[in-house]
């Protein structure tokens, strides 16, 4: 999914105002830890190199985190994201969760 508004990790936009904050948004994945790609990643481990099955399990959570977020500022009317930020926990044992988070605010480019 696809959202027009735009995500930063700057407190500022080079050429742009904020001209409204409408505050703190988020979104979150939760994603659990499969057998199959266990037996591979422990596989991996024992020759060496990237663990590819959890680098794709991970890409694809911080992906579902960031249009999580991105909806909830759309629904608040911004249309922008800065200071976006990831942080990652441990849910249970085999399952973790990875949040974005950042400031929903409105710009305009500047005169």
Known sequence: MKSDIH???LEQVPNHNVVKVIGLVRGNAVRARHLGR??????RNIVGGEIMEYTKLMAESRE???????EEAKMLGANAIIGA????????QG???????GTAVIIEESK
């Open 95 to 101: 399952a973790a969760e990875l949040l974005a988070f």
């Open 38 to 43: 266990d037996i591979l990643a422990g596989l």
């Open 7 to 9: 995500v930063f990790t």
């Open 64 to 70: 579902q985190a960031i249009d999580r977020m991105t």
């Open 85 to 92: 930020r990831f942080t990652t926990s441990m849910v249970s």
